[in-house]
T-cell receptor, first 110, second 114 residues
Framework: DVKVTQSSRYLVKRTGEKVFLECVQD?????MFWYRQDPGLGLRLIYF???????EKGDIPEGYSVSREKKERFSLILESASTNQTSMYLC?????????FGSGTRLTVV | GDSVTQMEGPVTLSEEAFLTINCTYT??????LFWYVQYPGEGLQLLLK?????DKGSNKGFEATYRKETTSFHLEKGSVQVSDSAVYFC?????????????FGSGTQLTVLP
C-alpha cells in the first residue's frame, strides 16, 4: 500500500513564526498536493506539484509556499504564521485517480 | 470553475437503516467522480470512484452511479453499521493543466447509532 507520512500530528506555533510541514510518500508518485480542511468548507487546495522542483498554486495559496527538492518529499511553508492559518493540513500523492492522503497535521497558531 | 455540492449534515441514522448522501457537481468537461471517507483522527481514504457516465462505483456495500443528465453522484448503502460513522466527501477530478486536481464538497458527517 502507498504510504503518505506527515511529520507531525499536532503543532502549536506562535504568530509570526516560520512553519514547515513535511510530507513524504513512498511510491514514486509524480503528483503531490497540500490541502487545508476547515469545518463547513471541506478541503481546499493550497499548492500542488507534478514533478521535482515544479509547483503550481491551488485555490488558496496566499500566505503559503512549497518546496519539492526530492520526488518523495513535499514541504508546505508558512512564511509568517497567522491565527487564520489554524487548520488541519492534509498532504496527498498519486497518479491520475484515487490519491492517497496522509493522516493530517492539526496546526494551531496562537 | 468546477464545484461540488453535498447535502448538509450531520446525518444520524440507526444501525441497518438505508443511507443516501446527495452530491451534485458542476464541471466544464467530463470529470471523474469520487467518494472519500474520513474516519475520526485519520486522513481521507478513497471509498469508490466512477470515471464516465452511467458507471457505478461500489465498495464495502456503498454504491454511487455517475448520472451525467442530472450531474449527480449520490452515495447509497442499504444497511449502515456503527463502523460507518465518519465524514464522507464527494469529489471530482478534471484534467486541467499539469496535474489532475481534486475538487471536494464540504463533507457530510454521518453518525450511526446502535
Amino acid at each position: 500500500d502507498v504510504k503518505v507520512t506527515q511529520s507531525s500530528r499536532y503543532l502549536v506555533k506562535r504568530t509570526g513564526e516560520k512553519v514547515f510541514l513535511e510530507c513524504v510518500q513512498d511510491m514514486d508518485h509524480e503528483n503531490m498536493f497540500w490541502y487545508r480542511q476547515d469545518p463547513g468548507l471541506g478541503l481546499r487546495l493550497i499548492y500542488f506539484s507534478y514533478d521535482v522542483k515544479m509547483k503550481e498554486k491551488g485555490d488558496i495559496p496566499e500566505g503559503y509556499s512549497v518546496s519539492r527538492e526530492k520526488k518523495e518529499r513535499f514541504s508546505l511553508i508558512l512564511e509568517s504564521a497567522s491565527t487564520n492559518q489554524t487548520s488541519m493540513y492534509l498532504c496527498a500523492s498519486g497518479i491520475n485517480y484515487g490519491y492517497t492522503f496522509g493522516s493530517g497535521t492539526r496546526l494551531t497558531v496562537v | 470553475g468546477d464545484s461540488v455540492t453535498q447535502m448538509e449534515g450531520p446525518v444520524t441514522l440507526s444501525e441497518e437503516a438505508f443511507l443516501t448522501i446527495n452530491c451534485t457537481y458542476t464541471a466544464t468537461g467530463y470529470p471523474s467522480l469520487f467518494w472519500y471517507v474520513q474516519y475520526p483522527g485519520e486522513g481521507l481514504q478513497l471509498l469508490l470512484k466512477a470515471t464516465k457516465a452511467d458507471d457505478k462505483g461500489s465498495n464495502k456495500g456503498f454504491e454511487a452511479t455517475y448520472r451525467k443528465e442530472t450531474t449527480s453522484f449520490h452515495l447509497e448503502k442499504g444497511s449502515v453499521q456503527v463502523s460507518d460513522s465518519a465524514v464522507y466527501f464527494c469529489a471530482l477530478s478534471e484534467p486541467s493543466g499539469s496535474a489532475r486536481q481534486l475538487t471536494f464538497g464540504s463533507g457530510t458527517q454521518l453518525t450511526v447509532l446502535p
